[in-house]
Each structure stands twice: as C-alpha cells, then as structure tokens.
C-alpha cells in the first residue's frame, strides 16, 4: 500500500508558467488536502476536499486551484507562478468520517519560482 | 485572529525528558494535535487530545489545558531518532486545523 504519493518531488519553475502539482491517494479516504509550508511559519491549508466532486478554500488560495474528480486524485495547479510561491506543498488526506479524523500526510514537493 | 505558539527550538540529551508546550487562541476549539516531522519529510500523527488531562502512549505524553488554552507534549527517555520538529495543531469551530510553526528539538549524545 503506498498511502499517498505527491509529482514531482522537486521542480524548478520560471515565474509566470503553469503548473500542476499531482497527488493520489490509494486509502479510499474521503477528505483531502493542499498545505504549503513555508520556514518558520505553520503549515497553511490552500484547498481542502470533503468528498469527491466537492472543493473548498482555505487559508491562503489564491493563485492556485484543484479538482476531485474522483476519491484518489487532487491536483494542484498554479496558474501562473509567482515566486512568492516558492514552498513545500503537502498533500494530505483523512477518512473524514469524523472532521478531527488523522491526517495522513504525502512526502511533499519542493517548489522554486524563479 | 487565530495564533498558535511553540518554542521554535530546544535542546535535550539522550535518556532525558523534554516538554514541548504549546498555546492556542482560536475561534473555537475541536480538539488539539500533535505531529512529529523528521527534516525533509511528511508529518505523521502523533496525538489528539480533546479532553482535558494526559493521554499516554508509550514513551510520549500529551496533556491538554482547554481553561488555559494549553498542551505540551512529554517525551521520555530521549533517542536520537527523537530528532525531529514538532507540530501542534488546533482544529478550531470549522474543523480547520491551525498549525504552530514547529518546536525543533534536538538531541545530543
């Protein structure tokens, strides 16, 4: 079982360009989300997804948009970089049968905007 | 606002034990948190607290204070592998969770 894998590990990008970051999850949970974070700041929610076909917004999403087609799938997309943009991005996801359910975190992508 | 507040570093010798603290101000409150992350990797779940008290498990402790908007996390009997940021997180009246910026904790032989 691999829980939940995030594509690209790492990527460099000029700013202005567009970019999905890719997450997929094989635990059949119902809730997923979107985190950057950032040195010395705590992880901020960018989008959230209670259940397929549903999204909603966070803390800080603007600049940045998703999709849940399905349950296994929640991609990031940045439509054009800025380097403020420049994080970590974390993908996690919960069963969500209860809202305070764990959050099961994926290994994360380096993002640098140039 | 919402304001989560760890120390930002601490240091520990192996076979000792640490106390992480945490206070909160959210609007709100659903429960609070604990993650461990190793340097360059995800979170994984640690704890959650949504009573008062402290909840054992193994060689860690965490102990929640709702009057007082309060947690710590009690490590005992330090290992090297204990090296880690800690991250405490409140769920608050919407079930967001508000995450604290990390306690860095180190342990040194």
């Known amino acids: 079982i691999a829980g939940i894998t995030q594509a690209p590990t790492s990527q460099i990008l000029a700013a202005g360009r567009r970019m999905t970051l890719r997450c997929t999850q094989d635990?059949?949970?119902?809730?997923m989300y979107w985190y950057r974070q950032d040195l010395g700041l705590g992880l901020r929610l960018i989008h959230y997804s209670n259940t397929a076909g549903t999204t909603g917004k966070g803390e800080v999403p603007d600049g940045y948009s998703v999709s849940r087609a399905n349950t296994d799938d929640f991609p990031l997309t940045l439509a054009s970089a800025v380097p403020s943009q420049t994080s970590v991005y974390f993908c996690a996801s919960s069963d969500g049968d209860t809202p305070t359910d764990t959050q099961y975190f994926g290994p994360g992508t380096r993002l640098t905007v140039l | 606002g919402q304001n989560i507040d760890q120390p930002t570093e601490m240091t520990a010798t192996e076979g000792a034990i640490v106390q992480i603290n945490c206070t909160y101000q959210t609007s709100g409150f659903n429960g609070l948190f604990w993650y461990q992350q190793h340097a360059g990797e995800a979170p994984t779940f640690l704890s959650y607290?949504?009573l008062d008290g402290l909840e054992e498990k193994g060689r860690f402790s965490s102990f929640l204070s709702r009057s007082k908007g309060y947690s710590y996390l009690l490590l005992k009997e330090l290992q090297m592998k204990d090296s880690a940021s800690y991250l405490c997180a409140v769920a608050d009246s919407n079930y967001q969770l508000i995450w604290g910026a990390g306690t860095k904790l180190i342990i040194k032989p």
């Open positions: 635990m059949r949970h119902n809730a």
């Open positions: 607290n949504v």
